[in-house]
């Protein structure tokens, strides 16, 4: 683990999800500004693991958590901090607080809070704890009663951040309440363990999202109360959907890995995620070198950002096309594979890399990719699609009768010769090149959208092209 010292870097930003689930679309978005600030300053961008709620923290979302931030390319420096690991050093620092008169114990029952709680909705106001043993002396407690551990928040006058993206913002300190610090069983809370382990890290800069403002406030009176450094605050304004409403399932609020098996690339959905709510000037192509060059949090917008998920799609199909086709092939290989049902012959990856290049241009995702390369693979007679049959109907029949006559007396099997003998028979026949090359093109794949027929014609070769037309000539 990192903890401060002379040495230490001068930026040092961290992560610190909470293992309760996958690692979502915010979750990622946010680890990114910290990966990416701590990069552009010379820093470090370490990982924290907040497991302390044991019943719903499990290793399935830790472990998925770790392989989106790897699929990302988010590596942090050191090894990841658990933060359950920690409990006594978090309360060595609550036993600190009450020797120095900071904090305090409580012994309110768990029915004195209940009926704390009923008054304070009859009387409509905030429910806050009424400080009732914040300054009775512990001996008044029964012998052996339980009790937590509750900060001394200040009563007057008022409490100040100043946040780098929200800027200066002040609440009333009588807002604040003597939240706990330990549970009555010695456990510490998240609002102390998380003051104590961004200390213990040495970490400078909090960037998180900003449903924890609120928590900054509170934060605050532990980091006084024991004379610590302040970090500086970043407040990043959530994500929303398309309609403005609270990011959701419905709008695309998924795990990181779903991305994956939906067919994005990684660095498309870190260029999307980074234009969420920050940008420089009108650039919305940045890779992770110019992206480190550039971020600042003054990039930082105030405002929530909108996930659409058309963009990403847009963004996702000019990184397929940027990508090496044979990084593409092999992302693409288990996705054929498992909708074949069959592994793929040495012979049918050649043949897949050597259609790439013309399945990439119309690709938004691997998911399309891999779709679009299924006619290479199926086995005759190929199924049509609705579309499909109704273009070999009538006029299409004929054509592709004619043009199959046409390909049998080809001597040269290759794109461009195959192109210019179909271009010479839709010229015969008084028709325009794509009355020939729609009917042939659902003939060799059963479907009206493909590469282009001329390609797909030598890449199937003489063969199976010829047999696959052989199959849909009239009787």
């Not at 479907?447 to 849909?472: H, K, Q």
Request: proline letters at 4%.
């Amino acid at each position: 683990m990192m903890v401060a010292s002379a040495a230490s870097p001068a930026v040092v930003t961290r992560f610190a999800p909470s293992p309760t689930g996958f690692l979502h679309i915010g979750g990622a978005r946010t680890a990114l500004f910290n990966y990416l600030f701590a990069k552009a300053n010379g820093g470090a961008f370490t990982l924290r693991i907040e497991d302390t709620d044991q019943k719903r923290s499990t290793e399935e979302a830790i472990d998925a958590i770790l392989s989106g931030m790897r699929w990302l390319g988010l590596d942090w420096d050191g090894d990841e901090v658990y933060q359950s690991a920690r409990a006594q050093r978090h309360a060595e620092v609550a036993q600190a607080l009450l020797e120095s008169g900071a904090a305090y114990r409580c012994y309110a029952s768990a029915e004195e809070l209940a009926e704390m709680r009923e008054q304070a909705r009859a009387e409509k106001r905030p429910i806050r704890y009424d400080g009732r043993w914040r300054d009775r002396d512990p001996s008044e407690a029964p012998a052996g009663a339980p009790f937590t551990v509750r900060i001394k928040a200040p009563r007057s006058g008022e409490t100040t951040i100043d946040d780098a993206v929200q800027g200066r913002v002040t609440v009333p300190n009588q807002e604040l309440d003597d939240f706990i610090l330990l549970r009555s069983d010695g456990t510490p809370t998240y609002m102390l363990a998380v003051v104590v382990d961004d200390h213990d890290m040495g970490v400078t800069h909090v960037i998180r999202g900003d449903d924890h403002l609120n928590n900054a406030f509170r934060q605050k009176v532990i980091i006084e109360a024991m004379d610590w450094a302040l970090p500086t605050w970043a407040h990043i304004p959530l994500i929303h959907g398309q309609d403005g409403a609270k990011l959701s399932k419905r709008h695309g609020a998924l795990g990181v890995e779903a991305y994956r098996d939906m067919g994005f690339l990684p660095e498309a959905l870190e260029n999307y995620l980074l234009r969420l709510g920050w940008g420089h000037g009108d650039e919305d192509i940045l890779d992770r070198t110019r992206a480190t060059d550039l971020f600042s949090l003054k990039g930082i917008g105030r405002n929530p950002a909108r996930f659409d998920m058309k963009k990403l799609e847009n963004l996702n199909g000019h990184y397929i096309r940027a990508a090496d086709d044979s990084r593409l092939a092999g992302v693409a290989v288990p996705m054929v594979e498992t909708e074949l049902g069959r592994s793929l012959t040495a012979g049918e990856r050649e043949l897949l890399l050597r259609t790439i290049p013309e399945l990439k241009p119309r690709a938004k995702t691997i998911n399309e990719l891999a779709d679009g390369a299924m006619f290479l693979f199926r086995t005759r007679p190929l199924a049509m699609d609705e579309k499909a049959s109704a273009l070999l109907e009538k006029d299409g029949g004929d054509l592709i009768g004619k043009a199959h006559a046409v390909l049998t007396e080809a001597s040269e099997w290759e794109a461009t010769a195959l192109g210019a003998r179909l271009k010479e028979l839709a010229e015969r026949e008084g028709v325009g090149l794509g009355k020939v090359a729609q009917p042939l093109r659902a003939a060799l794949t059963g479907r009206t959208v493909s590469p282009g027929v001329f390609e797909m014609l030598e890449l199937l070769g003489r063969e199976e092209s010829l047999a696959r037309i052989n199959d849909r000539l009239p009787a």
